[in-house]
């Protein structure tokens, strides 16, 4: 079992940056915990963004925000984040962080395959 809680959304200007954070509390080592985070607008469903491994040595992208998004995780600290920069109005949603202890490589990007959910930080962006 892991509690999860999302900061840092809020409303930018594009082209502009912000940081999201996910504060984890667990009974269990936070590295034992595989992280990722989703958005979803109204009436649609959840979208990946981004995931970590367990120790930060490897990082996955949707093709929507490579290159502009970064998601790093400090063990330490139990926190995963999600540089977002050059956010563009699409990028507006609710992002939620998730955690998993175990992955298929083929369900990455699935959010029915993730145990365990933040309640999500609201982004939005001004064109």
């Known amino acids: 079992q892991v509690q999860l809680v999302e900061s840092g959304g809020g409303l930018v200007q594009a082209g502009g940056s912000l940081t999201l954070s996910c504060a984890a509390a667990?009974?269990?080592?936070?590295?034992?915990?595989?992280m990722s985070w989703f958005r979803q607008t109204p009436g649609n469903e959840r979208e990946f963004v981004a995931a970590?491994?367990?120790?930060?040595?490897?990082?996955y992208y949707a093709d929507s925000v490579e290159g502009r998004f970064t998601i790093s995780r400090d063990n330490a600290r139990s926190t995963v984040l999600l540089q977002m920069d050059s956010l563009k109005p699409e990028d507006a949603a609710v992002y939620f962080c998730?955690?998993?202890?175990?992955?298929?490589?083929?369900?990455?990007?699935?959010?029915?395959?993730?145990?365990?959910w933040g309640h999500g930080t609201q982004v939005t962006v001004s064109s």
């Open positions: 970590i491994k367990w120790h930060g040595d490897t990082t």
């Open positions: 998730a955690a998993r202890i175990t992955i298929r490589p083929a369900t990455i990007r699935v959010a029915a395959e993730y145990a365990y």
């Open positions: 667990s009974e269990h080592t936070f590295s034992n915990y595989f």
